[in-house]
């Protein structure tokens, strides 16, 4: 628990002017707070009881600058506060921020965007609470309780010892509740995490939701978590509502023993009437920060749990990490054409091999993914990657960006481990076009520049005629400048398809993988994009990933997977003869007889 705030209090380290400042200021106005019972004990004594009005006027006006000056400093220890808070805050999200973006695809399918979400936002601000109110209530309630304890013994120590036993027995008191409070608020929070995962599904499958007519379902799937949530939150603050009347009790009863002893004193004459009040409000001074405390404990402890809960995030490795010396790639100009070289000086070949590679989700060797492909993909080859849902497709291309490390075997380019690159040097290189079209809110424009933020007019055009798109963005008013909404939702399917794949054809790659990106695209524009792309991408290397088997028909290689292995290879023509997996996969889709195979096991 220490170890998770003194590590985000590391985010404060660059304010500590403000926050010593903000320290500075409470500790002043704790000690003008504690000596007003002082004065106020005068009046009485000295001014009142001997009636002399000139002690009772010039302590008066004592008082009020005191309290003149105890506003002036809480006003500046509150902006002193607020800037550190809200600072700390933004570097927290920051570094969180950063961190996702460091997160390899295997860290981002434990961590839920909903999950995230709530990390950025509602773990953030409870810890940027906690700071602020480390900075100004929760400083200043123990220094209070501290200095009216010592000056209780400086005016009667008979009556301090007295409330000796109630102090202890509410400091104790806190401290369980604490200890109590802090695992019922992150069990909160991961019920807040599971809600806002439901919410963020719901939300962005709004459309298919009502399409299905699954709104009562999923009305009453997000009901079920809220409750849950709800239930969770009213059994934590059920829990913080029993201490605040249990102090409430010890607090009435220290006074009514003060008034009881003190007042018995100053009838005998051992305790004047001016040192029983001024007990009394030192008294008052110590036990109210205590309840104060308990109120603020939900924060604490809300905040405890926060910090734990970003310390999983900032604290997590990614899975895919550089070697300490990788080899790195540069870029050379000659007859003012880009060439990628490697550090030996030698021409990039574009050349992809997969040798005898294995790969599994997290490790898990029970689930077969990939299982001892080889496959070889030379320059200037279009390799389509064919097979049924879940033959592991995906995962292969996946393994090239290294956005996954395969279980075993090697993958290489130019024969260079991509183990052996570095991130950047290895994606500067290739350019993919996901399955899942993800389009961001901004211009057309802004969107096909994504990768390539400098590129010219002229060059962004020609990406977009390439990938078929410029015909339907002219159509708009507005043409390249017009505005995406969030996800694209005011572009067909096929329109964001499109637009992805000018974006992928922008950036100059050497390797270009399409993962089933023509899917929401007509065949023959379709095969206006192939044109295009052998005519644009000439000498590249060129994955497809294919459902259709019209979309792999002029590849140079086309593998067929089956069940995570390569079930055959080869050119159309070649696998017509021989392969009964691509003939069954072509009869099913354009029609013809298939040659008699046996079965499969």
């Known amino acids: 628990m220490i170890r998770d705030i003194r590590k985000l209090f590391n985010f404060v380290k660059p304010y500590w002017l403000f926050s010593i400042l903000s320290l500075i200021l409470l500790v002043v106005m704790v000690v003008l707070e504690l000596s007003i019972p002082r004065l106020i004990q005068r009046i009485i004594d000295q001014g009142i009881r001997q ?42 999200r920051k570094a969180i921020f950063e961190k996702v973006q460091q997160f390899s695809y295997g860290n981002l399918d434990r961590f839920s965007t909903g999950l995230l979400m709530v990390r950025l936002t509602s773990d953030t601000s409870a810890v940027q609470r906690i700071i602020q109110v480390s900075l100004r209530i929760g400083t200043r309630g123990p220094l209070l309780m501290i200095g009216s304890i010592i000056l209780m013994f400086r005016t009667s120590q008979t009556l301090a010892l007295s409330m000796l036993p109630i102090l202890f027995i509410s400091g104790g008191l806190i401290i369980l509740f604490s200890i109590k409070m802090e695992p019922g608020y992150r069990l909160v929070q991961q019920k807040l995490d599971h809600m806002n995962t439901v919410l963020q599904e719901n939300i962005s499958g709004a459309r298919l939701i009502k399409s299905f007519l699954r709104a009562d379902y999923e009305n009453g799937r997000f009901g079920a978590v809220n409750q849950d949530f709800s239930d969770r939150t009213i059994h934590v603050m059920q829990f913080l509502s029993i201490m605040s009347p249990v102090l409430t009790l010890l607090v009435q009863t220290g006074l009514v023993l003060v008034i009881w002893l003190g007042g018995t004193q100053s009838v005998k004459g051992t305790l004047s009437l001016g040192q029983l009040v001024a007990f009394v409000n ?7 920060p ?29 899975e895919i990490r550089e070697v300490s010396s990788p080899s790195e790639t540069k870029v050379t100009q000659e007859n003012n054409q880009s060439l990628i070289t490697t550090d030996h000086g030698k021409k990039n ?7 005898n590679v294995d790969f599994d989700y997290n ?25 049924a849902t879940g033959s592991g497709k995906t ?47 901004g211009t057309i424009r802004e969107n096909i520049c994504f990768g390539r933020p400098d590129a010219s007019d002229e060059e962004m055009i020609v990406a977009a005629k390439a990938a078929q798109a410029h015909g339907f963005i002219m159509s708009f008013s507005s043409g390249y400048d017009t505005h995406v909404e969030e996800r694209g939702s005011n572009l067909s399917g096929g329109q964001k398809q499109r637009i992805a794949i000018a974006r992928a054809i922008i950036t100059e ?17 379709e095969t206006k994009i192939q044109f295009a792309l052998q005519e644009l991408m000439r000498g590249k290397t060129i994955f497809v990933v294919a459902q259709r088997i019209s979309t792999v028909l002029k590849a140079d290689k086309i593998i067929v997977l089956d ?39």
Request: with cysteine; glycine share 6%.
């Open 51 to 92: 009636k002399d009005i000139h002690v009772v006027l010039k302590t008066s006006f004592l008082m009020l600058g005191i309290s003149l000056f105890s506003a002036i400093f809480a006003i500046l220890n509150s902006v002193f506060s607020i800037r550190v808070g809200e600072n700390t805050a933004r570097d927290i």
């Open 282 to 288: 030192y008294l008052l001074a110590t036990l109210h």
């Open 290 to 318: 205590l309840i104060m405390l308990v109120n603020l404990t939900n924060i604490w402890a809300n905040g405890i749990a926060s910090a734990k809960r970003i310390n999983e995030i900032l604290d997590t490795e990614p």
């Open 349 to 355: 070949s574009n050349r992809v091999i997969f040798e």
């Open 363 to 387: 490790g898990n060797a029970t689930v077969e993914v990939l299982r001892n492909v080889c496959l070889e993909a030379n320059n200037g080859q279009t390799v389509a990657i064919l097979g």
């Open 395 to 441: 995962s292969l291309i996946n393994l090239i960006p290294r956005f996954y490390d395969s279980s075993a075997g090697s993958v290489l380019v130019d024969g260079i481990n991509v183990r052996s690159l570095t991130e950047d040097a290895l994606l500067d290189r290739i350019s993919i076009v996901p399955q899942e079209t993800i389009l961001f809110s």
């Open 509 to 525: 790659p050497d390797i270009l993988i399409m993962d089933d990106s023509t899917s929401a695209v007509d065949v023959e524009t």
């Open 563 to 601: 069940r995570g292995k390569i079930a055959a290879e080869g050119s159309h023509a070649e696998l017509m003869k021989h392969s009964c997996i691509y003939q069954e996969i072509f009869a099913s889709q354009l029609g013809g007889a298939s040659m008699n195979c046996e079965d499969r096991k």
